[in-house]
């Protein structure tokens, strides 16, 4: 079985300021892939990056990065310079190793709230 | 379409009706995903297709729940005698036959009165 375990409470932070937000998982598998979606308050479900588990460098997507810490089992991501749009929900969740054929496990989720 | 296309985007049903979520994912994408998001929560999977084949319905919460996707495009997801715990976001997700990308639909917010 796969978990997700996001534990921070609302996060705030300052508009042009970076923020980090917690994911640990736990999975048996060896091959598995790692997501950040964004979930603003109109409800659609944002991709922003993905990590895989045999990806020897960290992924990034523009403001985006991922620190992936494999040992640790976390995958915390990282917004640079936030901006008031990155007000939303944050999801991490991950698949395991069927790839495509996999469905996505989620954490429940950190609400940030970006202040000008 | 560009999208995975949810349908209606809201619904409010009569504790005991039945109710049916449409979902017209991306054309091509072979692999399509149901998921029940609680108010607050992350959503959590229901079902999944491949083509037309149901192959995973593990997250289904009772018999009242039932997906189908008949021509390996457009899926429906029904539930019977709706309560008030089906209350929530029903999301659903394409993938294409390989890839990371799972594309997700607005979803569709179902109210039980």
């Known amino acids: 079985a796969q978990k997700i375990t996001q534990t921070q409470p609302g996060m705030f932070v300052q508009e042009k300021e970076a923020v980090t937000l917690d994911c640990t998982y736990d999975t048996s598998d060896q091959s598995y892939g790692l997501f950040w979606y964004k979930q603003p308050s109109s409800g659609e479900m944002i991709f922003l990056i993905y990590q895989g588990s045999y990806d020897e460098q960290n992924a990034t997507e523009g403001r985006y990065s991922l620190n992936f810490q494999k040992a640790r089992k976390s995958a915390n991501l990282v917004i640079s310079a936030s901006q008031l749009g990155d007000s939303a929900m944050y999801f991490c969740a991950m698949r395991g190793h069927t790839g495509a054929n996999s469905k996505l496990t989620f954490g429940k989720g950190i609400t940030l709230s970006v202040r000008p | 379409g560009a999208g995975v296309s949810q349908s209606p985007r809201y619904k409010v049903a009569k504790r005991g009706q039945d109710v049916a979520l449409r979902c017209d994912p991306i054309?091509?994408?072979?692999?399509l995903f149901w998921y029940q998001q609680a108010l607050g929560q992350g959503p959590e999977f229901l079902t999944y297709f491949q083509n037309e084949a149901q192959l995973d319905k593990s997250g289904l919460p009772s018999d009242r729940f039932f997906a189908e996707r008949p021509e390996g495009s457009v899926s429906t997801l029904k539930i019977q005698r709706t309560q008030q715990e089906d209350s929530a976001v029903y999301l659903c997700a394409s993938h294409p036959s390989s890839g990371y990308g799972y594309t997700f639909g607005s979803g569709t917010r179902l109210t039980v009165v």
């Open positions: 054309s091509g994408h072979v692999s």
